[in-house]
């Protein structure tokens, strides 16, 4: 496998693409806004994303939501118009459980492979070549193409069937969101009844509270810095598919649920393109209490 083909150069899709590149691929890029698809330097930008179909023999999306993949998927100059035996179908972005089946449905009637292999790792690990992949499908499609995995990630994990990519990945960002909130509340809590932040820090990042989350989204938080890794909104559309799926499955997350309210109460507060760790926000406003570093002594 020599040809790669990727739809989709924006906050994630630009680093996975510019890795292929440097790991000696031939890069074949489409993006809605043509500017960011130029940017990927040493790829080849493409018109549509039907073309990646006879330039490239796996080819992955990396978009924003359902909406963002259907376009470039189905649309009239879409990749399922061109697509055939000869490729290999690779989802990254995080989409829907039942719109992944959609796809996974319309690859098997052409005879076409299909993997759903969201990724984790943020734009640092976009950049640093080290996601990792949860993925649907069959482990011999991953095989094949594992040269172009591997130049974009460190870890691989086979999660079941079609689908079932995308359902590992729903449940892990919820559960991040859910930590991200409870040690932000550990945080504030201990803030408000006067213990310094840097003795917080030395207590809960040394005991059972630790947690990875925290531990990369804190350090910008404590100096104000939301620059967006993964966008707040993002995250709000995943805890939406979030909710989609607990009302399928008849579940009660009580937890989950209530996070849930918080990440759009989040959005419906914050109109800037900040990182979701601007949840932050919606806590220190409603206790009157600010993380950041002058609560250190």
Not at 158 to 178: E, S, V
Not at 225 to 232: N, Q, T, Y
Not at 245 to 272: M, T
Request: charged fraction near 25%.
């Amino acid at each position: 496998m020599e040809r790669v083909g990727f739809a989709g150069t924006g906050t994630m899709g630009f680093g996975m693409s510019a890795n292929l590149v440097k790991a000696g691929f031939k890069v074949f890029v489409y993006n809605r806004t043509r500017a960011k698809a130029q940017a990927v330097a040493g790829a080849t930008v493409v018109n549509t994303p039907s073309e990646l179909c006879d330039k490239a023999e796996v080819i992955f999306t990396c978009v924003s939501n359902d909406a963002a993949l259907r376009d470039v998927l189905f649309s009239a100059n879409g990749i399922i118009s061109a697509v055939s035996q000869k490729n290999i179908l690779v989802d990254s972005s995080t989409t829907s459980v039942d719109f992944t089946a959609e796809i996974a449905g319309k690859c098997r009637e052409k005879g076409v492979e299909f993997l759903d292999a969201p990724v984790t790792g943020s734009k640092k690990g976009a950049e640093e070549g080290t996601l990792m992949f949860m993925f649907g499908g069959g482990k011999d499609a991953f095989e094949k193409c594992r040269p172009a995995f591997e130049a974009m990630g460190k870890r691989f994990v086979h999660c079941g069937p079609n689908t079932y990519g995308q359902r590992m990945k729903i449940a892990l960002n919820t559960t991040m969101a859910m930590l991200l909130e409870g040690y932000l509340e550990g945080v504030v809590f201990a803030l408000k009844n006067g213990v310094p932040l840097d003795a917080i820090h030395e207590v809960l990042d040394n005991s059972g509270a630790k947690c990875g989350v925290a531990s990369a989204k804190m350090p910008a938080i404590i100096v104000r810095s939301f620059e967006p890794h993964f966008l707040l909104e993002l995250m709000n559309k995943d805890m939406k598919l979030a909710e989609s799926e607990i009302k399928r499955l008849g579940l009660q997350l009580p937890l989950a649920q209530e996070v849930i309210k918080i990440l759009q109460q989040s959005v419906d507060g914050n109109p800037g393109k900040e990182d979701w760790s601007a949840i932050t926000k919606l806590l220190e406003g409603r206790n009157n209490v600010k993380i950041d570093s002058h609560a250190s002594s």
